[in-house]
């Protein structure tokens, strides 16, 4: 089955650590979508990237890094430079380009939590 | 810049009653889409309904349809015959191609029985 496929479930991260996300898609999609979501505040965009080997800022992008070297991967860094790392974080991806009309397709998420 | 708003953090209903979820948006762009997602207990994120923004015609999908009022720019979420399952948070998503979905905060809805 086709799908987006993010791990770990739970993370958890001392102070002044970076940790990885991982986030994979076999959907075929060019567009991969990072996310972070806390109570009140919705869905917010850290990064996103239209196509391999390109990514661009979102709304909340400090201190956190992301790649995209393979069309189906786009994992997340949480550097020790994020403040309040804390957070329920997903991963999205559409298949970009002129088909703005398809939704976002979503993983089950990670909830990281700093120790 | 493009913002969604939800204004209504919190709401209950009856089993087999209707609700309805209210979210505004605002835009420069003709050429939109809007989505009304639901995320239940599991956190999985579920596409519920979709509407296209030169369409008239509200989308309807089963027991879910929405009130497109595009000069208003509104965007509702009507739930009937609500069911205990339909207990989740809703968020109402915007995208104009931008590769960006902007989501409002959000609509936590508890079915009771």
């Known amino acids: 089955d086709g799908g987006i496929t993010q791990s770990p479930k739970y993370l958890f991260r001392k102070e002044g650590q970076n940790v990885t996300l991982s986030c994979e898609q076999n959907?075929?999609?060019?567009?991969m979508y990072w996310y972070r979501q806390d109570p009140g505040q919705g869905l917010r965009l850290i990064y996103y990237?239209?196509?391999?080997?390109?990514?661009q800022k979102g709304d909340i992008a400090e201190g956190y890094s992301v790649s995209r070297e393979k069309k189906e991967s786009f994992p997340l860094t949480v550097t020790s430079a994020q403040k309040n790392p804390t957070a329920f974080y997903l991963c999205?991806?559409?298949?970009?380009?002129?088909?703005?009309?398809?939704?976002?397709?979503f993983g089950q998420g990670t909830r990281l939590t700093v120790v | 810049a493009q913002t969604v708003t939800q204004s209504q953090p919190e709401m209950s209903v009856q089993e087999a009653e209707t609700v309805t979820l209210s979210c505004t948006y605002d835009?420069?762009?003709?050429?939109?889409?809007l989505f009304w997602y639901k995320q239940p207990p599991s956190r999985q994120m579920i596409l519920v309904i979709r509407?296209?923004?030169?369409?008239?015609q509200n989308a309807t999908e089963n027991r879910f349809s929405v009130n497109f009022q595009k000069a208003a720019k509104s965007f509702s979420l009507k739930i009937s015959d609500s069911q205990l399952g339909d207990t989740a948070m809703y968020f109402c998503?915007?995208?104009?191609?931008?590769?960006?979905?902007?989501f409002g905060t959000g609509t936590r809805l508890k079915v009771l029985a």
């Open positions: 999205a991806s559409s298949r970009g380009g002129v088909m703005i009309e398809t939704e976002a397709f």
């Open positions: 959907l075929n999609h060019d567009a």
């Open positions: 835009t420069s762009e003709s050429n939109y889409y």
């Open positions: 509407q296209e923004a030169y369409k008239q």
């Open positions: 998503a915007f995208t104009s191609g931008t590769y960006k979905y902007i």
């Open positions: 990237s239209q196509i391999v080997n390109d990514f």
